[in-house]
């Protein structure tokens, strides 16, 4: 009967402490998030309130922002994980794919792209300020070419160039003239002048065509003689001095003197027709990327989209430490956390744990129930003794 006893008090004394155990394991679990706040009586703040996680939950945020910033998301990481040579391809192949479906293949015309930009009526505004410069150089074209002499307009270039020229210009001249000379035509050329000259001279005319015979006779012998005038050295000299000389005083004249009634106005309306014909920038402006650029997908592709990429990740992976610390994550979780309802925080962190707070509790409850075992073992053999 007294060994039934004891078994029966050793198992309430497990169950007593097997309950103290778990009881006291629970509540310091729930101690940890509950209560959500402090609890007063009066002006006196109860222990233990708020809990242990609220109560320090600005240091957890802390304590969380820079776990984050320093073994979660390093510069490092984003190195490993962002800038390799396949994320490098994937985003080469990501932005060329979308150059060409947006711009290079788009249907839209440039006058399209300009509407987007906010630009409007660009072909007629861009007409308008050409011909407006067109006017302007013109204008300035003719009042330099009108206002000075031939000397003073014309560039040194042009006039050394054309006083280079000048014996060639003689030599063609002579050389011209020779083969006129000597030509049916320059033949024919002879005879009329001297039939000419001849019968203005009346009896004179008749005596002399008398003492020479057939006028023929008399052209052959003219037309001998000019063609002797012309090959003579002096001839060249003389005809190249007169070209000179005509030179020297053409480019003392004033160039308006020598365009006096010149159609300017023709002249400058004929080129700003042909400038409006040849811009028609409104249906140049109706035609699409692809028209002006139809190999641009292919080349951009070779020599744009892999530069571009390449240049974003080198930078991206120079300014990595840089850029996170502008970015302050630490400051950015800190905030996250604060802003987190309390019970926000227990769900996580039992969503995270809750097994082990269970076993925690259970862990408590059996070393509760064995502390109980060993009690009951104590006295019973206290009060053997």
Known sequence: MKRLDFIWTLLFMAFIGALIGGLTNHLAIKMLFRPHEAKYIGKWRLPFTPGLIPRRRDELAVQLGKTVTNYLLTPETFRKKLLTPSMEKKAEQFIQKKLEEQILHSEKTLNDWLKTAGASNVAGKAEQKVLELLDAQLSAVRMKLTSGSVEEVLPEKWRSEAERRLPSITTYILGKSEAYFASDEGKAMFRKMIDEF?????????????????????????????????????????????????????????????????????????????????????????????????????????????????????????????????????????????????????DLMLGISRREFKMITVLGAFLGGLIGIVQGLIVYVTNLS
Do not use: C
Not at 248 to 254: D, M, V, W, Y
Not at 275 to 295: C, F, H, V
Not at 332 to 343: G, I, L, N, R
């Open 198 to 346: 001849l019968a203005s001279k009346g009896t004179l005319g008749s005596m002399v065509n008398m003492l020479f015979g057939e006028s023929e006779s008399l052209v052959g012998k003219v037309q001998k003689e000019a063609l002797k005038f012309v090959g003579a050295p002096g001839t060249y000299d003389l005809l190249n001095a007169i070209i000179q000389k005509e030179w020297e005083k053409l480019q003392q004249r004033p160039v308006g003197e020598l365009l006096n009634g010149f159609d300017w106005d023709g002249l400058f309306n004929s080129i700003r027709a042909y400038a409006e014909k040849e811009m028609d920038l409104e249906s140049r402006l109706n035609k699409t990327i692809r028209d002006y650029w139809p190999d641009g997908a292919e080349w951009t592709a070779v020599h744009i989209t892999p530069q571009l990429v390449q240049f974003a990740f080198e930078q991206a992976e120079k300014q990595m430490e840089q850029s996170l610390g502008k970015l302050k994550l630490d400051d950015m979780v800190k905030e996250q956390v604060d802003a987190f309802p309390v019970s926000v925080l227990e």
